[in-house]
């Protein structure tokens, strides 16, 4: 480095007094000045952002991204640089991953890495971007589908802008989940959350009410990496870009990540659930289970599917091929159970039930979709049967191919439904379990199917739709522990213009 001024020579001793853990960048003030002159300043370059996976590398991972490096994680201290030394994603990943931490983040370095894949001719498009979940199904399968479908079928569907070749299917998916699905190099990149310096040391203990109210969001919490970018990043972006408050951000980043920034969760972060209230014993349950047929709300069918909700009028409902869950909660007038992953929601009735456990699994996939079975532990808050607990699963499962080509993949997931059951020690617990179930996957299966695999398990079928009433009959179930309730009324209450009905099972609790 040339030193041509005194002010050079101030950022020379700041470079040398401060060490590598804070290298500065320094850049010229003057475009006009001779070459040697430079001035510390943390001057914004353009193109900040590199393309798809992070740092441009398919091998900068999550696993990556979170490896400690002197006291923060790898993540961390790209996203510092980016933000407050002014270099480039390419420069501040060569800076952590190539020189100041090759064995720890070394994955993150583009000059060593291999470059990521892609798909639709872009190079934002990689395979993580391809394969990620948006609203229940992967980018990757919504392009694919909009390319292979007819222009009738998609006109039947509410879609006028068929048909799809590559090019505009990728730029029809990209427009409808931006950030998401980065796949149309046409268009400039959704802006990702920026960049906020790591606090200053990495502890376990709980940071003051100012950031999410949780005594389990610790800073270690804050500044884990998800997806490329720290909770607390994401939190923060979620404040200043959509106007929402703290506690509302806190909650969309932890139920988004709920591995990863769960624990600041304003709703359940680090607490115990509340003591039961006291048991009356014997009180029923309306359990409902909805498939809302996964083809756009752009015909305006969410009020019919809000309205259908509130006609069944159900304590607790599964729904499947939702597209978007709050909308559809907030019209209906249910809540959402929190930590239940991209898919198969519950809604509850939050005056009559209060939620205290929650989450998911994942199943063997199909062609359509990546599968999970999710759920909930509620208490009984109000009218009758005050203090009674019980558990409600919901599924949606797999047709016959991919991961579900074997005939014996459905009653392999019943297993792990009544398995899982048991490890969340809800073996002896009233349990609900409701999905389209898609029996004909497992026709002929030697293990059986899911329904007999419950069955086996102590939850048999309660109620099953028969069509009716509109809609696809025998997909669509209900199943209900058996020695804890006695079900009543159940039956299909038309589709409120899905392709399935919407069915419900009245469910009293037995004498204990």
Same mark, same amino acid.
């Given at each position: =480095?040339?030193? %041509?001024?005194?002010? *050079?020579?101030? %950022?020379?001793?700041?470079?040398?007094?401060?060490?590598?853990?804070?290298?500065?960048?320094?850049?010229?003030?003057?475009?006009?000045?001779?070459?040697?002159?430079?001035?510390?300043?943390?001057?914004?370059?353009?193109?900040?952002?590199?393309?798809? /996976?992070?740092?441009?590398?398919?091998?900068? #991972?999550?696993?990556?991204?979170?490896?400690?490096?002197?006291?923060?994680?790898?993540?961390?201290?790209?996203?510092?640089?980016?933000?407050? =030394?002014?270099? *480039?994603?390419?420069?501040?990943?060569? @800076?952590?991953?190539?020189?100041?931490?090759?064995?720890?983040?070394?994955?993150?370095?583009?000059?060593?890495?291999? /470059?990521?894949?892609?798909?639709?001719?872009?190079?934002?498009?990689?395979?993580?971007?391809?394969?990620?979940?948006?609203?229940?199904?992967?980018?990757?399968?919504?392009?694919?589908?909009?390319? !292979?479908?007819?222009? %009738?079928?998609?006109?039947?569907?509410?879609?006028?802008?068929?048909?799809?070749?590559?090019?505009?299917?990728?730029?029809?998916?990209?427009?409808?989940?931006?950030?998401?699905?980065?796949?149309?190099?046409? *268009?400039?990149?959704?802006?990702?959350?920026?960049?906020?310096?790591?606090?200053?040391?990495?502890?376990?203990?709980?940071?003051?009410?100012?950031?999410?109210?949780?005594?389990?969001?610790?800073?270690?919490?804050?500044?884990?990496?998800?997806?490329?970018?720290?909770?607390?990043?994401?939190?923060?972006?979620?404040?200043? $870009?959509?106007?929402?408050?703290?506690?509302?951000?806190?909650?969309?980043?932890?139920?988004?990540?709920?591995?990863?920034?769960?624990?600041?969760?304003?709703?359940?972060?680090?607490?115990?659930?509340?003591?039961?209230?006291?048991?009356?014993?014997?009180?029923?349950?309306?359990? =409902? *289970?909805?498939?809302?047929?996964?083809?756009?709300?752009?015909?305006?069918?969410?009020?019919?599917?809000?309205?259908?909700?509130?006609?069944?009028?159900?304590?607790?409902?599964?729904?499947?091929?939702? !597209?978007?869950? $709050? /909308?559809?909660?907030?019209?209906?007038?249910?809540?959402?159970?929190?930590?239940?992953?991209?898919?198969?929601?519950? &809604?509850?009735?939050?005056?009559?039930?209060?939620?205290?456990?929650?989450?998911?699994?994942?199943?063997?996939?199909?062609?359509?979709?990546?599968?999970?079975?999710?759920?909930?532990?509620?208490?009984?808050?109000?009218?009758?049967?005050?203090?009674?607990?019980?558990?409600? +699963?919901? #599924?949606?499962?797999?047709?016959?191919?991919?991961?579900?080509?074997?005939?014996?993949?459905?009653?392999?997931?019943?297993?792990?439904?009544? %398995?899982?059951? /048991?490890?969340?020690?809800?073996?002896? #617990?009233?349990?609900?379990?409701?999905?389209?179930?898609?029996? &004909?996957?497992?026709?002929?299966?030697?293990?059986?199917? &899911?329904?007999?695999? @419950?069955?086996?398990?102590?939850?048999?079928?309660?109620?099953?739709?028969?069509?009716?009433?509109?809609?696809?009959?025998? @997909?669509?179930?209900? +199943?209900?522990?058996?020695?804890?309730?006695?079900?009543?009324?159940?039956?299909?209450?038309?589709?409120?213009?899905?392709?399935?009905?919407?069915? &419900?099972?009245?469910?009293?609790?037995?004498?204990?």
């Amino acid at each position: =480095m040339k030193i %041509a001024n005194q002010r *050079s020579i101030f %950022a020379w001793i700041l470079l040398v007094c401060l060490g590598s853990s804070f290298i500065f960048r320094v850049f010229s003030s003057n475009p006009e000045q001779s070459k040697g002159t430079v001035a510390l300043r943390g001057r914004a370059v353009p193109e900040r952002k590199l393309a798809g /996976a992070k740092c441009g590398c398919d091998s900068c #991972t999550d696993q990556v991204l979170n490896t400690l490096a002197d006291g923060h994680s790898c993540g961390s201290r790209i996203d510092w640089a980016i933000g407050n =030394m002014g270099l *480039s994603e390419s420069e501040a990943c060569g @800076l952590i991953g190539g020189e100041e931490y090759p064995s720890k983040c070394g994955g993150c370095n583009p000059s060593s890495c291999p /470059a990521p894949s892609s798909h639709c001719n872009c190079n934002r498009c990689t395979d993580a971007v391809w394969n990620t979940i948006a609203d229940g199904h992967s980018c990757g399968d919504r392009i694919s589908w909009l390319e !292979q479908t007819d222009v %009738a079928t998609l006109l039947s569907l509410g879609i006028a802008d068929g048909p799809f070749d590559q090019a505009s299917a990728c730029r029809a998916v990209s427009e409808q989940f931006p950030g998401t699905c980065t796949c149309d190099c046409s *268009s400039t990149p959704v802006e990702a959350p920026p960049a906020s310096p790591p606090t200053p040391m990495l502890t376990g203990e709980p940071i003051d009410n100012t950031m999410c109210g949780c005594s389990s969001c610790t800073d270690q919490v804050l500044n884990s990496v998800a997806e490329g970018h720290t909770c607390r990043n994401r939190i923060e972006w979620i404040k200043a $870009n959509q106007g929402l408050s703290e506690a509302d951000s806190c909650q969309i980043v932890a139920d988004e990540f709920p591995s990863i920034c769960g624990k600041c969760d304003v709703d359940r972060c680090g607490s115990s659930p509340p003591p039961p209230a006291p048991v009356s014993n014997i009180g029923s349950i309306k359990a =409902m *289970s909805y498939n809302t047929e996964y083809s756009g709300y752009a015909d305006g069918r969410l009020p019919d599917f809000a309205s259908k909700i509130r006609e069944v009028d159900p304590d607790v409902v599964g729904i499947q091929e939702c !597209q978007d869950a $709050n /909308a559809l909660a907030s019209a209906s007038g249910y809540d959402v159970v929190r930590q239940t992953g991209p898919q198969n929601y519950i &809604f509850y009735k939050p005056g009559r039930l209060q939620v205290l456990e929650s989450g998911f699994m994942s199943i063997p996939r199909d062609n359509y979709s990546e599968r999970t079975i999710t759920w909930g532990k509620f208490r009984v808050v109000s009218g009758d049967g005050i203090g009674n607990e019980f558990w409600f +699963f919901n #599924t949606h499962l797999p047709h016959r191919h991919n991961e579900a080509s074997d005939p014996n993949t459905h009653a392999r997931i019943g297993r792990l439904l009544v %398995a899982k059951r /048991a490890e969340l020690n809800a073996a002896n #617990t009233p349990t609900i379990v409701v999905g389209d179930c898609n029996p &004909f996957a497992s026709d002929g299966a030697p293990e059986g199917s &899911f329904e007999s695999n @419950l069955a086996s398990g102590g939850i048999p079928k309660v109620y099953q739709a028969r069509g009716n009433t509109g809609g696809h009959a025998g @997909l669509d179930k209900i +199943f209900a522990s058996a020695g804890h309730w006695t079900a009543s009324n159940a039956a299909d209450r038309g589709t409120g213009r899905s392709d399935h009905p919407a069915i &419900f099972v009245d469910l009293l609790t037995k004498d204990a």
